[in-house]
């Protein structure tokens, strides 16, 4: 037989390659929960004795999620933090998250754009990349996050209580109008001057998850949730769950001058079904007026006090500053409604 | 204003429907370290005390990893076989895994049998779904698994030692065949009996994660990982992590009479370098000899022990019966090769 030897693979070669290039970070010094990261077959992290574990998993897919001209770094933004903020919703505190990745093909000034996007948003949560995949196919962009919270501490969407008030963080509804004015929706460009659009684009590619809110309100809410679908089918989550029902003040819901200055239809689909914000909806008793106002201060994210969860289980009604109560068009986002 | 109130969604519309019609299994009963499953922000899992957290993440893409014209079934099984394949690699046990679902349409008789797949491999190893994502796109199957290792007993690709012996579970290179045959490759077609192709699809469709193995290797093994792209590729990655080199028997292989009776050029392609078996090839010391054996019988599955650990780092040699340096043709697959 022919003497031969096979050399090693090098290993800057194909898929372990562009993982190395783009997505490990030998500078970076490895949080002490993280006891093995990415190169292995598992990640190993060591969770902090007595928490429990939280974790959300989420897809973006282009042309659902995503436009197929999005900037990558805005991308990779978006991607950990719609996984951050279920966090957030939780009360708990990041771990490390892993990213499973399609590719149409291995473009490295896309990935070191998209890159730059993730790590700078997990950087600012200190939550590490700890592992995950790369394969070719459709753009297709998956992550899942760990996170850390202490029993009965977890933010539940059925803890929602009659009597409670009902709150969310941040402003509603930018999002969706920056949707529009991207489709191009006649009423979205007429009632907005263009010198707004690029604070509302990024609005909607780059959402801040809600996680100091969230830790701090996890001694003192009762449910919670963050808005990904729209206010009013993302309360209808809490409602169900909860067996309760709610009353919500048209008034009080918090706008920004883009939205206040919009006619009030679409004022409605912006606030009521606009999704995206990202923003914590949730609920406390009244006796934690207080220490909700202290959360949101330690936090510096501005909470508002919307309305109350009522005993009426399943009806919502949105309530003019007259007390009536408004009719309510349109539906909130749902992947797989016709 | 109107007075009307908008009717609270009924829970079985468009993806809510969906999930509940195929994944939430409200029958279950839910294992003690799964806190809150399926239905909220997260799910919450209460690890056990004082062991470590083994992650992996696997995307599978149609035309990639799967046909279009897969058993919905067997691609579900497949779909968490390689994550707990990945798991077994560590000597990890299963605690739960979240699964992120794109598919073109909501096709409810594909998902029930997919989800029929998942399932029954799911509960054969406890392993409960815990919470994931739908969205419509092309499809694409995104698992994470969760499980749990006592620190230190982790088996790592980077702890193969010089003198170690090498083992592979299981047998070699069925799958490989078995994507030859499917793809209509005439020396496949040629050299193998057609009333042995179901049992070889069989063997590619729905591999069998060595978990159990994989636990009781971790008191006796060094490094090991599962193979996913080929002996020679995967063995590549140990003796990259190990800093060494290794010698393999060609004889030693394990095969079943499918592959033994293919000529040898056809051995070599299926043994060196079939992707897909999902056996587990590790290291262990001659002295742990007795109880590697002991683990393969506690676990009922076989050990093959085929080679050694050299000193010379990145050298691989497969040594022919007679002692000589074997040539090896032919590479391991890459999701990014050109």
Redesign the interface.
Known sequence: ?????????P?D??????IARHFLRPGLAKPSQV??GI?????????T??W??????????????FFPDVDPASLGHKALAVNLS??A??G?RPLGF?????LPE?NDSWLKSFAAGLFALADVHACPL?????????L?I?I?V??E?L?GM?L???AGQVGDDVYVSGALGEARLALEIRQQTPWALAHTAEHAWPALIERMDRPAPRLALGMALSACAHA???ISDGL??DL?HI???SGVGAEIEWASLPRTSAIATLPEPHQQTCLLHGGDDYELLFTAPAAARASVQTAALRSETAVHRIGRITAEA????VL?P?G?????AGQ?F????P
């Open positions: 037989m022919i003497t031969a030897t096979r050399p090693v693979e290993p070669a194909g898929e372990f390659g562009l006891a093995l190169g292995d077959d598992c990640a190993l992290l060591t969770p004795p007595g429990q574990l939280a974790i959300s998993s989420d897809m973006l897919v282009q042309g659902r999620h279920d966090l919703a939780m708990a892993t990213l499973a990745l399609a291995a700890v592992g995950g995949d790369t394969t070719r196919g459709p297709n998956c899942t760990f996170g919270v029993p977890a539940r969407r059925g919670a949730l963050d009013i089918g209808q409602l169900r769950a399943g009806s919502l009604h003019s007259t009536q109560t408004m009719p309510i909130s749902d992947h797989f409604s």
